[in-house]
């Protein structure tokens, strides 16, 4: 398991320890604990939905003055909506109750373990005196043995604490959110329905403040790598530099930016990389995705004589279905704790952070690279001018999208097309930028706006999601609307699951047509600030975005776009025909 480097010191309460006087019964609780343990850590909100075996765990949540319990309405919502969160503030939190609510979160905790975000699953569990009984409980499979959901969260989780008595409670809690803190992963934890309100000497009235060290990297380690890679770099003729997703991991964003200065490369972001480095950067170049790159990066990376990958995630999404043009012997790769140099030596316990600030003191400035692209670059090309009331075409939408962004917003990409027309978004400085590229689950940022937007408070989020997805898990606009969000949504209606359409058709990626701004509509019910908008022309549109920018600034927006079913990017159909080409290729011989 790889972990970050620097994580640094939580912080520990603003007021010191109080110890319980001789012969005082103590009145620190469980409930208590866990929840200070979690305004420690920096989370501000913990998203739930309640079940038998949880509420008195809630209540002991709602009870600390600095934790916003948010009612979720279902627990796949509460899980995704725990991941936006912690893309924001850098952990986030949800509970529910025993498998019937685990195995409902369990997709988005699995979707937080493969984009490395640290979430702090918390289950409502079994009765302490029903563990080791011969029961059958209800909300289980019908077997006395409770251990299925926690069998199932042992592998999208780093650490698993099942906390069915008081005795090792304290341990057990710090230890599973320490690790999910350190490990930047996903943790479980299961309370006993009946432990929470009891009071227990380890829990005093504030926890015992708890540090995590700084991983350090292996001196001797580090200065070899440094050595043997600035060595590598510095015969190079046109080396460049591309941020991939684990540069978050390794908390290194700034040593990120301090080699791209230092060493003159052009910077290129992988798509799951989007918003992990400014792009208002001198020497940002684009985003590198093979064949459906941003203009002119690909060409610049490919034909690189040494590339520096930080932080890279290589699978056959992110290599368009394996076609990249990269060599190994050209790559320095370099992971949250390791580095590789080429076909040659890998130096293991080196921190992306310490290494990366190391090496831009050892590097001469080339900026051929850098002058090649601005030799060959030409600006892209803007869309054709709708006619008037002409069907409105999805790059004018995005034209438009471009020209809303500023510091104060953050866009959230659903996984489809708008993972294509969003990438091809230019941010400016401070724009949040988030989609979920390794997991890649449909419905996913219904989920994550309404985490992000409720960690992310100073901005105003953008999403942009397809009507296939927003079927999936629609119905958290409610609590968007409850808790007062300011968010657009871009529905982009064109009748179908049109990703898969342009990797394999069938009847199968066609949806039934819903009247998606009467949907919303029937939520909001006349309850918060709400506004809804269906546009079919480009007029329309820009006299949505006006009221939504506008007199509607601070309301929940929902601007339903009409889009022909067929009218997709051009990077997704590159895309899609070779992640096809990939999917089908034939057994190997016996």
């Not at 790889?2 to 103590?26: D, L, R, W, Y």
């Not at 002991?60 to 936006?84: K, M, Q, R, T």
């Not at 991991?249 to 992990?276: H, R, T």
């Amino acid at each position: 398991m790889e972990s970050a480097n620097q994580i640094g010191a939580i912080s520990p309460p603003t007021t010191a320890p109080h110890p319980v006087p001789a012969g005082q019964a103590c009145t620190g609780t469980l409930g208590r604990h866990l929840a200070r343990r979690l305004v420690e850590i920096g989370v501000r909100d913990v998203f739930s939905v309640p079940g038998d075996f949880n509420l008195t765990l809630l209540d002991h949540l709602i009870a600390e003055p600095e934790l916003n319990l948010v009612g979720c309405c279902n627990e796949l919502n509460a899980g995704y909506a725990a991941d936006g969160y912690a893309r924001a503030k850098g952990v986030g939190a949800c509970v529910v109750t025993f498998t019937v609510g685990g195995l409902s979160v369990i997709n988005a905790i699995a979707g937080a373990y493969s984009e490395n975000l640290p979430v702090i699953c918390i289950v409502g569990g079994p009765n302490s005196n029903d563990y080791g009984t011969n029961r059958i409980l209800h909300h289980t499979i019908g077997l006395p043995d409770f251990t299925q959901e926690l069998r199932c969260f042992q592998t999208v989780t780093c650490f698993q604490a099942v906390v069915n008595n008081l005795e090792d409670a304290h341990e057990q809690i710090d230890t599973a959110i320490s690790t999910a803190v350190k490990e930047s992963k996903p943790v479980y934890i299961s309370i006993s329905c009946n432990l929470p309100a009891i009071p227990h000497p380890t829990f005093g009235r504030d926890p015992v403040p708890f540090f995590l060290a700084p991983c350090e990297s292996n001196q001797l380690g580090l200065e070899a790598a440094v050595e043997a890679t600035a060595e590598f770099l510095n015969k190079a003729v046109k080396p460049v530099i591309v941020c991939g997703p684990k540069l978050r991991v390794g908390k290194a964003q700034k040593a990120f930016i301090e080699l791209a200065n230092a060493s003159g490369y052009p910077i290129a972001v992988m798509p799951s990389g989007k918003g992990l480095v400014p792009e208002h950067h001198p020497h940002f170049i684009g985003t590198y995705w093979g064949a459906v790159s941003t203009s002119f990066c690909g060409e610049i990376v490919e034909s690189a004589d040494a590339y520096v990958f930080v932080g890279p995630i290589f699978n056959d999404y992110s290599s368009v279905g394996y076609s990249l043009l990269i060599k190994k012997e050209k790559s320095i790769v370099v992971k949250p704790n390791r580095v590789t140099v080429g076909n040659g030596p890998s130096f293991g316990w080196v921190f992306m952070c310490d290494f990366l600030s190391a090496l831009a003191k050892k590097l001469k400035k080339n900026t051929t690279a850098m002058e090649n692209y601005r030799r060959i670059f030409v600006p892209p090309g803007m869309p054709l001018k709708c006619e008037k009331n002409e069907a409105l075409r999805v790059n004018i939408l995005f034209k438009h999208i471009q020209e809303m962004l500023t510091g104060d917003s953050a866009v959230i990409a659903e996984t489809g097309d708008s993972w294509f027309n969003c990438q091809k978004l230019r941010l400016p400085e401070n724009c949040g930028y988030e989609f979920q590229m390794q997991y890649g689950s449909i419905g996913w940022s219904v989920g994550a706006t309404l985490g992000y937007a409720q960690a992310a408070r100073n901005k105003r989020v953008i999403a942009c999601i397809g009507d296939g997805s927003f079927q999936v898990t629609a119905q958290d606009i409610s609590t968007m609307i409850r808790c007062g969000q300011r968010t657009i949504i871009f529905l982009i209606n064109n009748g179908g699951y049109t990703i898969e359409v342009e990797i394999h058709d069938g009847p199968y990626n066609v949806i039934k047509n819903w009247n998606y701004t009467g949907l919303v509509n029937a939520i909001h019910n006349g309850e918060g600030k709400c506004w809804t908008a269906k546009v079919h022309t480009e007029e329309e549109l820009i006299s949505a975005i006006a009221t939504a920018t506008g007199e509607q600034k601070e309301s929940l927006c929902f601007i339903e776009v009409i889009v022909h079913k067929d009218d997709t990017s051009k990077e997704l159909l590159e895309w899609g025909s070779r992640v096809a080409s990939a999917n089908s290729r034939p057994p190997n011989p016996q």
